[in-house]
């Protein structure tokens, strides 16, 4: 049998352009004299909609399109993602459905049944769990399809995601009854580094345990702040891969899976899996940046340049994402602003060859203090003034993006950001924030990765600078919060890990500092429900992923 996977970038919510895709998608397959094209989970609507799923209209118009693209299905089948009702009168008005179309009909509709509500998923709000488990024959073949979760049995997932065991119940388990002979899985995997091999892992172990070969269908692509990888993966029932495809963008493979199940030719398992850590944090922030713009019909950035390691680190990554032409960066010093930090972004600038402006906004910083002058009067300065020059800031990023139509891309890293050392309406200002999942620490080894494979964009002098805000004389990072390494471990092993405070002593940390770190983290909770959306990169990224309350 003769089968192609389709690893598509799909538009959340863009049904005419999905359904395009997949309809070109199939054409090819058709030309190749494909048997079964497969597609990812949710297709036609993108993964995932929202609340465009409370829509009854939305979901016609799904229906709609699975009707054009059965038309298209003839002489060859397809698996496709969408949507569909459930007709029963008790339970969530649908189903998260595979839809098997051949003959210029849809065969069999197979819902998932177990649904996440974990992480950054949260399908119980839309989908009804499907009770009713099946598999279909095609070719002579007995196919179980699958639905993400599905294939997640309980002794894997836990070591995925949560400490214990999410779901009870283990389709896979019933189904492996019926001596299938190959086992499809469609899925929409948001990206996440330290789960990236351990998803593997669970499709391996899965084709071992069964003794199945596996088909995983993945999206790829960005969309807001998730970012899907793809690296859609055929293993054979020994558990050894025989195709990946590419990570990050967008692939098309066609094989006979009778041949490509028994070769011998199998990819070594370690190359797989082992992946650098940067080059991969890399590739999905360019992706999640490129995704983000296009998708959302941007073109160009702005970004206050400070002659700090983070908007230099941000500067590099839109370079090379959306060309250095659709880049523009402010310089907006003051008294406080080193001649070294203008100097280093001056350099930076002329490295990446992007436009500028040198703004001084110091005459402003005089006119708040002089303006505010009688209501502070008999108080000594403090954050209060050190603010104010980050909200002066805001103001006119924001100015310069309502005037030339630039996106303000947000320059805060996750360890900032998790103890509120950071101005809300100042530095906290963007549309979107693309190194708020990295700690300061992985800031520091993303910079090194770019300078060592983009030559040198990232002027040394950044990299190795003690880390300062500039907004007083004299001012250190340090002066206010530990070494950024203690700090990195305290809110890994807090926010990640989910350890109280007490354990996270008990790791040798100073209880002092422990104590501090995390009342600071709990206190600036009420911040972060006003920061941009941040590309989720790590297991725990604030937003979506980490739910909290004020």
């Given amino acids: ?62 229906y709609q399109k699975l ?104 389709p896979m388990e019933y189904l492996s009854k019926f001596s299938p002979d190959l086992i499809i899985n469609i899925a929409a995997q948001p990206f996440s580094y330290c789960q990236i091999d351990n998803k593997k892992e669970i499709i391996f172990k899965n084709a071992i345990k069964y003794s199945i070969p596996i088909i995983y269908v993945n999206q790829v692509g960005g969309n807001a702040e998730l970012i899907y990888e793809g690296a859609s993966i055929i293993v054979n029932k020994a558990g050894n891969p025989v195709l990946v495809a590419d990570s990050f963008k967008e692939d098309f493979h066609v094989f006979n899976i009778d041949e490509i199940v028994k070769s011998p030719k199998t990819i070594n398992i ?25 998708k959302n019909n941007f073109k160009k950035a702005i970004v206050g340049l400070s002659g700090g390691l983070d908007s230099a680190v941000v500067v590099a990554l839109l370079v090379n994402a959306l060309k250095k032409e659709n880049v523009e960066v402010l310089l907006l010093p003051t008294k406080y602003s080193s001649q070294h930090s203008i100097d280093d972004s001056l350099e930076m600038i002329k490295r990446c060859g992007i436009k500028h402006h040198i703004i001084d906004i110091e005459e402003l910083r005089l006119a708040y203090s002089s303006s505010m002058q009688e209501v502070f ?75 060592q494979n983009f030559n040198n964009m990232i002027p040394q002098n950044i990299i190795e600078k003690i880390p300062s805000a500039e907004l007083r004389p004299n001012q250190k990072d340090s002066d206010s919060l530990p070494d950024y390494e203690i700090l990195d471990e305290i809110l890994f092993l807090y926010i990640e890990q989910n350890l109280s405070e007490e354990e996270i002593i008990n790791r040798g940390l100073p209880k002092d500092t422990v104590s501090r770190i995390i009342k600071l983290v709990n206190n600036s909770e009420f911040k972060r429900f006003q920061m941009p959306p941040v590309l989720k990169l790590s297991s725990k990224s604030f937003g979506e992923g980490r739910k909290m309350p004020l």
């Fill in 270 to 294: 370690n190359k797989v899996l082992k992946s650098n850590k940067y080059e991969t944090l890399y590739s999905a922030i360019i992706l999640g940046i490129k995704d983000f713009f296009e």
């Fill in 377 to 451: 009067e008999n108080t000594k300065p403090d954050l209060t003034e050190e603010n104010i020059q980050a909200r002066i800031r805001g103001s006119i990023l924001m100015a310069y993006s309502n005037k030339f139509g630039n996106i303000l891309i947000n320059t805060s890293n996750k360890s900032e950001v998790a103890v509120g050392y950071s101005t809300m309406y100042g530095d906290m200002n963007g549309a979107l924030s693309i190194i708020g999942d990295l700690y300061k620490t992985e800031v520091y080894k993303l910079a090194d990765y770019i300078n």
């Fill in 67 to 170: 009707d054009e693209i059965k038309s298209h299905c003839v002489d060859i089948a397809a698996i496709v993602g969408l949507a569909t009702k459930n007709p029963q009168t008790k339970g969530k008005k649908l189903y998260n459905s595979a839809a098997f179309i051949f003959n210029g009909e849809v065969q069999k509709l197979i819902h998932k049944s177990l649904i996440p509500s974990f992480d950054v998923f949260n399908e119980e709000r839309y989908f009804e769990k499907n009770k009713n488990l099946e598999i279909i024959e095609f070719k002579n073949k007995k196919i179980v399809i699958s639905i993400a979760e599905d294939l997640w049995d309980e002794h894997r997932i836990c070591g995925v995601f949560e400490h214990k065991i999410m779901f009870k119940n283990n």
């Fill in 1 to 62: 049998m003769k089968i192609a996977i389709a690893q598509l970038n799909y538009q959340v919510g863009n049904l005419d352009f999905n359904t395009q895709k997949i309809i070109n998608a199939i054409l090819t397959a058709k030309s190749q004299a494909v048997d079964l094209i497969i597609f990812s989970e949710l297709s036609i609507c993108g993964y995932i909609p929202y609340d465009f799923l409370k829509y009854d209209y939305f979901i016609e118009n799904c």
